[in-house]
DNA sequence: TTGTAGGCGTTATCAT
DNA sequence: ATGATAACGCCTACAA
């Protein structure tokens, strides 16, 4: 590789000191605009690029932020990144992404080990660590900034990106009240996850609201999809059979998809059914699901933003919470 | 943060200088084995790790890898992703990932500006940006050591890790061809990736082969479910519908799967399905899908493992081949 | 408004 | 076999 361009060379080019183009790259103040002028000028001449690894030496701040994830789902990996990349791209900022292990306390080494030798700012956590109690205790230990995507515990301690499962699962409830559904079966969520209890508040909220009965029938699910199926038939084998099922998940109400299939019932004809998340299986299912999209992209592109105020020092809300979609599909439709 | 732990501490510990410090940590010769067993104990008591900035700024390496995408699908950056971590985790080394603009010459200036600003002693180029000649060029000049997946053109300057598409989509076409088809759909891939053209000729050779027309149905697609949704309509709905449909990926055979249920006709029963790739989608649909197994992950593995060896200075072979696989499924069946 | 000197944590060079 | 010292490219602190 040939001899990089340096900040002298900026300097010789521009007549100035290297302390002057320093305060260009910095946006500091006390330029004069035709000074500024000049050494932008020789800059882009130049196509000069400040060095990372000697800024984050010689400086207090490395330009550069870290994504940490152990997560096996490729579509939602991918969201996360993609957002959080945008955002540092747009604050011309890098982003040091690392996938960790997931066992133990490996995972708190690796993280840490990553934050000592690339010298990141700050850290997005992304799920399932951003629920990890000792990576997150171990983070404050060390003082390192960091913002949390989607945490089952909201922690005061340190910002987190969160949507609204309260409220999405209300949404979802009053559109099938909305085509005239009366009897709504629900299958709960896995029992160690607080969005659980969220999403069946919202659920039972909205019946509320609608002022009917809320002895509608509810069965524990564990947001797979053969607890899923288990709750379906369950669900569907009562004398007053549901005419819709809204379950926590999609994975949950694909299983009820299968319910319905092997009871010779037509979704949505004389089923409806409704999910949650819209994960990949939720357009892949046939027909494919009515649910709650989470917007993951969003989300981390949020969560970038606020560790970019946060490391700048700035004060940030405990809680950013997002706007999710009702996703109407196939899978739902009039009460027959 | 607290005052981070530095060679100085190291050596201090050991009773030694820093730059016998140096020494065991980059693996030189010339320390008495002694000495190196007590300058790892004080490494590891400490819990040392060196900085990677400042390593980067004094030494000729950086450590550090770089990963460049400019790809739409997320199971297959994934992939590519966790291979080549991988393989840097076994070397010790960080992998830089960066998500590339890849509208004109952008491409070129993200890339380089990427390499000028961390440093990064050699880039992983993937699809589609292994096969643009410009950026190719750029890298070339500067003397970036780099390793290309899955190029189109194979040139002779940088390694090149591929599959042979050609001859999996021969492979799957004589599969369809076995089972008594005579009618086979193409679903053609996203036409910048090279690998589509490769793809489509491995389908033209085998029907060739077979001696049959060459006049068989090809759509457009864009390697995803919604394009493949389309293709899939507009075959399914000809005159002389096929009674197989070969899409040159997981995702648009899904999208072909929906089409096909759309309009009312069993699979595989009354229609074939064939994807490529063996994504995650594969073995979700239903049925699962007839595909190739694209040994993704470890080609790029493969293609981290050169790349080490590149910027170490041994020798690496021009082109690196690894099997692809026909995984059997229950998508395709015997022609009605 | 601008510049000078010193240091960040490591490796390279040249001693010993 | 080991060590002292000068880079590396930039930022901080202070001076002019």
Redesign the interface.
């Known amino acids: 590789?040939?001899a990089?361009t340096t900040i002298d060379d900026v300097a010789a080019r521009a007549g100035v000191s290297i302390k002057t183009v320093s305060r260009v790259l910095n946006d500091e103040p006390g330029v004069r605009s035709e000074t500024r002028g000049r050494v932008r000028e020789a800059i882009s001449a130049l196509s000069y690029?400040?060095?990372?690894?000697?800024r984050?030496?010689a400086g207090r701040r490395?330009n550069l932020l870290g994504l940490v994830y152990a997560n096996p789902s490729?579509?939602y990996?991918?969201?996360v990144?993609?957002g959080a990349?945008a955002r540092c791209r747009d604050a011309h900022l890098?982003l040091?992404?690392?996938?960790c292990n997931d066992r133990g306390d490996e995972t708190v080494e690796d993280v840490l080990?990553?934050v000592?030798?690339?010298?990141v700012d700050g850290l997005v956590v992304t799920p399932p660590l951003s629920s990890d109690a000792e990576l997150i205790a171990a983070l404050e230990e060390?003082?390192?900034p960091f913002v949390r995507l989607a945490p089952d515990v909201v922690g005061t301690r340190s910002p987190a990106v969160v949507m609204d499962d309260e409220e999405a699962a209300r949404e979802m409830t009053e559109h099938l009240l909305a085509l005239g559904h009366k009897r709504i079966g629900f299958v709960e969520g896995h029992p160690d996850h607080p969005s659980s209890r969220l999403r069946r508040s919202g659920f039972e909220a909205a019946l509320a609201l609608a002022g009917l009965d809320e002895d509608q029938p509810v069965e524990q699910g564990h947001n797979d999809v053969a607890s899923g199926l288990k709750a379906g038939r369950r669900l569907l084998t009562r004398v007053d059979r549901p005419t819709a099922i809204f379950a926590s998940n999609d994975d949950m109400a694909a299983g009820v998809i299968q319910a319905a299939r092997e009871l010779g019932l037509d979704v949505p004809r004389q089923l409806s059914v409704a999910g949650f998340d819209d994960s990949?299986?939720a357009?892949?299912v046939?027909p494919a699901l009515t649910t709650i999209r989470q917007p993951t992209y969003d989300m981390a592109f949020a969560a970038a933003g606020l560790l970019i105020d946060l490391v700048r020092g700035r004060q940030v809300p405990a809680v950013t919470r997002l706007d999710h979609q009702l996703v109407l599909r196939n899978s739902t439709g009039e009460a027959p």
């Open positions: 590789m040939m990089r690029r400040p060095s990372l690894p000697a984050s030496l490395s490729a579509n990996v991918f969201d990144q993609s990349m890098r040091f992404i690392q996938s080990a990553m000592d030798q690339t010298h060390r003082r390192v990949q299986i357009s892949i046939w």
